[in-house]
């Protein structure tokens, strides 16, 4: 049975508190946004609470997303992987609390010391020849050579393990061929991709006698010549036994 009196309606906030409950929010957001997104997503850290609580670092990932496996004979039969590297590939990792950041990947450990070796060599006309370095995998070679006149040649190798099939035969891989035009001279750093033997063939294709000077440093056990189809395991010049660099007064840079 109804008494005849309405329910009061219900007490609604103020202006003013709905206004200062809008401020607090905005500026709740603001800290929130400056504190903890920016650090995060941006790598922006005003406030620094991105490098105390390692924020930064998240915005410093480049990592891409892995790739899903592809499933293959190979993976369900494995074979022993060389681990050894063959190539450099300097990735910047930063420091988390604000230090010089690392550099890595920027060298190969090799097992010994460098050889040195330099020659000077003559070859006739119509005559062609061979030098090349015994290495192993990942080791590194520095080489300069220059000729009196253009010199058409490759650089090749021969690994040691041949790929199945080339079993038994003369079977090799080019890095660089000219042979029609070539060149009067090459400068590089070459890492041996495979153990093996890895050089140059020269020819004098002119009527004339071009001299070739060859210096090379690196990490080779010998040096192997084929020259008038005679092979000769050559001798590379011990580094330490030449003569140390002349005393001479330093000069101040700055």
Sequence with gaps: MSTGQTAAPPHLPSLRRLATATVIALLTAVVILVAFVLPAEYGIDPLRTGRALGLTNLANATEPASKPAVVTDAAVTPKAADTTKTFLNPVLVTSPTGEAP??????????GR?????????????????????MKKGAGL??????????????HGEPDVKPTGKEG?????SYELDDKKGKSESHGTFLAPSTGIHGWFWENKTDKPITLKLV???FFDWISQNRKNKHTALTPTDPYSLPSHPTIPDAVMR
Excluded: C, H
Excluded at 102 to 111: E, G, L, P, S, V
Excluded at 169 to 173: L, M
């Design 102 to 111: 690392t550099m890595k990947d920027t060298f190969i450990a090799q097992r």
């Design 114 to 134: 460098f050889q040195f070796d330099s020659r000077d060599i003559t070859l006739a006309p119509g005559e062609g020849m061979e030098i090349k370095y015994n």
């Design 142 to 155: 520095v080489y300069s050579w220059t000729a009196s006149a253009t010199l058409p040649f490759e650089f």
């Design 169 to 173: 035969t003369d079977y090799y891989e």
């Design 216 to 218: 090379s440093s690196g």
